[in-house]
């Protein structure tokens, strides 16, 4: 089937829940960048998914070879300057609102998950080195780092520490220079190695002499595959993995200094590369949670392209025996209502979140203290969303899901990753109820159900919102153990009611009598009744405590 970029869903969201107008008055751009954006995920970037998934990046000593015409896109997508939408105007971008960005990094995630996480990445060291960055570095790198012309990597993985980056063994020792000498190996790096781009800048993490143990002695420095007098730098792809999905996006394993050490160069402070890197780390992991709504958006369009075609069975109870199209029958319109209502819900959450880091960029700090608080609901609920609505997918298409030729498995295989990468969801629920659920002494929390309160009617939000209100307080009084218990379930009530509130404003800007508003209010309706009296049974989940995970030592489990 053909993939179609939802322009007008995305003009909608932006207009009444970013508000966007409140951000650009630049409404002709706007149109401009949505419809580009379409014509572009739709032309050139989708055709290779297919191609990207079956053919592979390939390895060799050489480098990383990528899938036929996964170059000349990724050309086409640096000369149409869709890297640059959102970012600085002193770096080479437009300046345009975040949000925007996010709709052109819906399209490509839609269209192709694999090639859109080589400029997914780019946007994070842009935002690291913008804020961290010395002016040097910022002359050499931003710009071309910007238009796409030098993309960039984030190296923070290692073999014995995956999420305990505290762990990390890679060393830095300086030169006397300036520069630094970096020695080490990293894994799971995306895009760490590849032929669409001359050279490639890596930020990587690294360890300096005498640094203190943990976290705390941990710098970020930059280093080019390629050295500024042209030379090729000491580091190099030792192979790649061979992985369930996005098999066109080449995972590698980096090795820094085989040959007496990779030169880079400290980004902001010395022993202050977590701050930096957690700069990076929030960009990405807010467009994380926008691959879980691309990757739902293009599951849900196979799913009902499938349903309106695939003629089976007559309707139980139906005067005529005639066969009828599947999305007739009940239990397939449900999975088809229940794919659009999640995706509805998982856009408007994450374009909001967007939408605040555009105000605290424009000065608003209560809205930077949202957009934090936001973020592990984005990236953790909207990669939920996108392998609970790829996993219908394969559904609706019964057996015929299951068999590659169709499309809909790749979907799920893709979209499996993202609740794993740039700290798994687990650690996104910690991270709300370790730190975002006391931000500003609670305040940033209690904000966010005050405001949804003072607009929604919805019977249902307002019961969740009570329940998140009660389980909010228990877990702010718990023990460690016990709140870790509760947090995935008390994360999943937050996501489902801020999107719940999200969706109710749309439903009530969507008065009219047109298709795209009927199913606009449907899939708010079916939210409000079904999903959300689901998160409301999770409020046991969020308050039982941790002696139930304890009761049985380990060893029994096994």
């Given at each position: 089937m053909t993939f179609r970029a939802p322009v007008q869903e995305q003009h909608f969201v932006l207009d009444h829940v970013v508000r966007i107008g409140e951000l650009s008055n630049a409404g002709e751009v706007v149109d401009a960048v949505l419809e580009g954006a379409a014509a572009f995920a739709e032309g050139e970037i989708e055709?290779?998914?297919?191609?990207?998934?079956?053919?592979?990046?390939?390895?060799?000593?050489?480098?990383?070879?990528?899938?036929?015409?996964?170059?000349?896109?990724?050309?086409?997508?640096?000369?149409?300057?869709?890297?640059?939408?959102?970012?600085?105007?002193?770096?080479?971008?437009?300046?345009?609102?975040?949000?925007?960005?996010?709709?052109?990094?819906?399209?490509?995630?839609?269209?192709?998950?694999?090639?859109?996480?080589?400029?997914?990445?780019?946007?994070?060291?842009?935002?690291?080195?913008?804020?961290?960055?010395?002016p040097e570095q910022k002359r050499d790198?931003?710009?071309?780092?910007?238009?796409?012309?030098?993309?960039?990597?984030?190296?923070?993985?290692?073999?014995?520490?995956?999420?305990?980056?505290?762990?990390?063994?890679?060393?830095?020792?300086?030169?006397?220079?300036?520069?630094?000498?970096?020695?080490?190996?990293?894994?799971?790096?995306?895009?760490?190695?590849?032929?669409?781009?001359?050279?490639?800048?890596?930020?990587?993490?690294?360890?300096?002499?005498?640094?203190?143990?943990?976290?705390?002695?941990?710098?970020?420095?930059?280093?080019?595959?390629?050295?500024?007098?042209?030379s090729r730098n000491d580091v190099r792809c030792a192979s790649i993995e061979h992985k369930l999905g996005i098999h066109a996006s080449p995972t590698c394993v980096m090795t820094y200094g085989d040959e007496g050490g990779a030169i880079g160069w400290l980004i902001g402070p010395e022993h202050g590369g977590m701050r930096a890197m957690f700069t990076m780390m929030n960009n990405a992991r807010?467009?994380?949670?926008?691959?879980?709504?691309?990757?739902?958006?293009?599951?849900?369009?196979?799913?009902?392209?499938?349903?309106?075609?695939?003629?089976?069975?007559?309707?139980?109870?139906?005067?005529?025996?005639?066969?009828?199209a599947i999305h007739e029958h009940p239990d397939v319109r449900r999975m088809l209502l229940r794919m659009r209502a999640l995706t509805?819900?998982?856009?408007?959450?994450?374009?909001?979140?967007?939408?605040?880091?555009?105000?605290?960029?424009?000065?608003?700090?209560?809205?930077?203290?949202?957009?934090?608080?936001?973020?592990?609901?984005?990236?953790a609920w909207g990669t939920d969303v996108g392998c609970e609505v790829a996993s219908l997918g394969v559904q609706v298409h019964g057996g015929m899901g299951y068999v590659e030729e169709t499309g809909a498995a790749q979907h799920f295989r893709d979209a499996r990753i993202a609740p794993i990468y740039e700290g798994t969801n687990g650690i996104q629920a910690a991270d709300l109820v370790g730190r975002k659920l006391g931000l500003d002494g609670g305040l940033a929390f209690d904000g966010l159900i005050a405001d949804i309160r003072a607009e929604c009617e919805a019977p249902a939000i307002?019961?969740?919102?009570?329940?998140?209100?009660?389980?909010?307080?228990?877990?702010?009084?718990?023990?460690?153990?016990?709140?870790?218990?509760?947090?995935?379930p008390?994360?999943?009530?937050?996501?489902?009611?801020?999107?719940?509130?999200?969706?109710?404003?749309?439903?009530?800007?969507?008065?009219?009598?047109?298709?795209?508003?009927?199913?606009?209010?449907?899939?708010?309706?079916?939210?409000?009744?079904?999903?959300?009296?689901?998160?409301?049974?999770?409020a046991a989940g969020a308050e039982a405590g941790a002696e139930l995970l304890y009761l049985v030592p380990a060893d029994a489990l096994a």
């Open positions: 055709p290779l998914n297919r191609v990207g998934d079956t053919a592979g990046a390939r390895w060799s000593p050489d480098g990383v070879a990528m899938p036929s015409g996964f170059h000349g896109a990724y050309q086409a997508f640096v000369h149409g300057g869709w890297g640059t939408i959102s970012a600085p105007e002193d770096a080479g971008g437009q300046g345009l609102p975040l949000a925007l960005g996010a709709a052109v990094m819906e399209d490509l995630n839609a269209a192709n998950l694999a090639f859109a996480l080589c400029p997914m990445l780019s946007m994070g060291a842009v935002e690291a080195l913008e804020a961290h960055g010395s790198y931003l710009r071309r780092i910007v238009s796409g012309e030098w993309p960039a990597t984030m190296n923070l993985t290692e073999p014995q520490a995956g999420s305990d980056v505290g762990a990390l063994r890679t060393r830095a020792e300086p030169n006397g220079d300036g520069s630094w000498r970096i020695t080490g190996t990293k894994i799971y790096i995306t895009y760490g190695e590849h032929d669409l781009a001359e050279n490639i800048i890596h930020l990587v993490l690294a360890r300096t002499p005498d640094a203190p143990v943990g976290t705390r002695g941990i710098s970020l420095f930059l280093v080019p595959k390629l050295l500024p007098d042209g807010l467009n994380v949670g926008l691959q879980g709504v691309g990757i739902a958006e293009r599951a849900t369009q196979r799913a009902i392209d499938y349903a309106l075609g695939r003629v089976q069975s007559a309707r139980v109870g139906a005067e005529s025996r005639a066969a009828v509805g819900g998982a856009r408007a959450l994450a374009y909001y979140a967007f939408g605040q880091v555009d105000r605290a960029r424009a000065g608003d700090a209560e809205a930077g203290k949202r957009a934090d608080l936001l973020t592990p609901l984005v990236k307002e019961a969740l919102a009570d329940a998140v209100e009660i389980a909010a307080a228990t877990l702010r009084t718990a023990g460690h153990d016990d709140r870790l218990a509760g947090s995935y008390f994360m999943t009530m937050c996501a489902v009611l801020t999107a719940g509130w999200l969706l109710e404003r749309q439903a009530r800007a969507a008065i009219g009598g047109t298709p795209f508003e009927q199913a606009k209010r449907a899939a708010a309706g079916y939210f409000h009744s079904v999903i959300v009296p689901e998160a409301l049974g999770l």
